[in-house]
């Protein structure tokens, strides 16, 4: 009996990342089984930590103690405003792998080149630790991390908002995507300023981008997260009660994807 392997693909989404959890949790309790993960910016977080076999349960809680004082810090740079250094700290004392090749579901961080825009897609090997931070590091916020390369990497959403591509390469046969930013924002409202414009229009931006990334998934999970916006920590169970019902929504389409396979080479041998 053979099933087609699984992969999942995180999108980012800062603080809405946490919906991730919640599609995770579901996963978890309709026995779906993950072969493979791909995560950009907040999915890279989410995705390196159940790559390294936590639970939903074991991530949510230690996703409690997050808050932006404990997972930044100013960088006395010119080339961002702040560092996510506190946020490596982090990862290496909740997360029980540092090290990608040492990880027991394969996984894949997205980030970018920022001199070339190229899609850099960190796995296999190395610094599971930097490849997060790389992936999460939003320009003009947080300063580029340089790798052994000399490439300046930057957060991969500028590229791979959803990284579907990522996970395909890994060796997903089937993959469900999980996107939290084309839910939209309509907390927004109609902007009145330069600034409001600017960020409403980048969002607009990421969206569509976001959106393009979809043909390559069989699934595509959407929590309906547009009243929320991406900085709110604090409405971590909300995050997560979207992200569960996204998922409820779909577990039906996806187990007939992830199942049907193995249930029709049964039938064939009887």
Not at 46 to 73: D, H, P, Q
Not at 150 to 179: F, M, N, Q, Y
Request: hydrophobic share 45%; net charge positive; glycine share 10%.
């Amino acid at each position: 009996m053979r099933r087609k392997k699984l992969g999942l693909a995180l999108s980012g989404g800062a603080a809405r990342g946490f919906a991730h959890l919640g599609v995770l949790k579901v996963f978890a309790e309709h026995n779906i089984p993950i072969d493979f993960i791909a995560g950009t910016s907040a999915g890279s977080f989410a995705g390196a930590a159940a790559a390294c076999g936590l639970s939903s349960e074991e991530i949510i809680r230690f996703g409690r103690k997050i808050g932006w004082l404990n997972m930044t810090g100013f960088s006395f740079s010119p080339k961002g405003l702040l560092t996510n250094a506190p946020m490596g700290n982090f990862i290496k004392q909740n997360f029980p792998f540092r090290k990608f090749e040492d990880l027991p579901i394969p996984f894949a961080a997205v980030a970018c080149d920022l001199e070339t825009g190229e899609e850099i897609i960190l796995r296999d090997k190395g610094d599971l630790v930097f490849a997060v931070r790389a992936s999460c590091a939003l320009p003009g916020v947080f300063i580029p991390l340089e790798d052994e390369n000399s490439r300046k990497l930057i957060d991969g959403g500028v590229v791979a908002p959803v990284p579907t591509r990522a996970v395909k390469k890994l060796g997903a046969e089937i993959i469900i995507a999980v996107d939290v930013i084309s839910a939209g924002a309509t907390y927004w409202g109609t902007p009145s300023t330069l600034l409001g414009v600017f960020f409403q229009s980048a969002m607009m931006l990421l969206r569509t981008a976001a959106k393009h990334q979809h043909y390559r998934a069989d699934v595509v999970i959407i929590p309906q997260i547009a009243h929320l916006r991406q900085d709110e920590i604090g409405k971590m169970d909300e995050f997560i009660r979207a992200g569960e019902e996204a998922a409820l929504a779909k577990i039906d389409e996806i187990k007939k994807l992830v199942f049907s396979e193995q249930f029709e080479t049964t039938d064939r041998r009887r």
